[in-house]
């Protein structure tokens, strides 16, 4: 696996900050259901069965992943991307997504330039991604650079994969 000077401390240390910043804002916590590192590893945020609140209007419908890591100008390393896959099979397999889920980037739903340009356009090219237009919810201009899929859905169940 490639490596771009990223490891397990280096991400964790990346989350704290994460919450450290969302807590400096006024967020209690992380609001993604799930982080992914690099390296393929799926930290749980907030798990399937916890309302998430990555994205206003949308929370109650949804579950969010994050990839960690800034991906304007470079792409998420191909474990990273697998995990993903592997979570949305998860969450399909145990009835957390159902199956004709709508992707959506965090940038679809939020003023942000999350999840970066080029992953974003990574993103849009996934089998469930959509390209219909929903309200955008704008409360300052969240730079965050993670991947923050938007998976609609309607299960919220307890157990993870």
């Not at 309302?51 to 949804?62: D, M, Q, V």
Request: proline fraction near 4%.
């Amino acid at each position: 696996m490639k490596r771009r000077g990223s490891t397990v401390f280096l991400q964790l240390a990346t989350a704290i900050l994460f919450v450290l910043r969302r807590t400096a804002e006024g967020w209690d916590d992380i609001g993604y259901s799930f982080l992914v590192g690099e390296d393929g590893r799926v930290y749980e945020g907030r798990g399937w069965s916890t309302l998430p609140a990555h994205s206003p209007r949308y929370n109650f419908i949804s579950h969010g992943i994050c990839i960690m890591g800034n991906f304007m100008k470079v792409a998420p390393l191909s474990d990273a991307l697998k995990a993903v896959e592997a979570w949305i099979q998860c969450g399909l397999d145990k009835r957390h997504i159902i199956s004709g889920y709508e992707l959506f980037g965090h940038r679809d739903g939020r003023c942000t330039d999350c999840p970066g340009d080029v992953l974003y356009g990574i993103i849009q090219t996934w089998p469930h991604y959509s390209h219909r237009h929903i309200p955008v919810i704008c409360k300052g201009r969240d730079l965050g650079y993670s991947l923050c899929i938007i998976a609609l859905s309607y299960f919220f169940s307890i157990n993870f994969c």
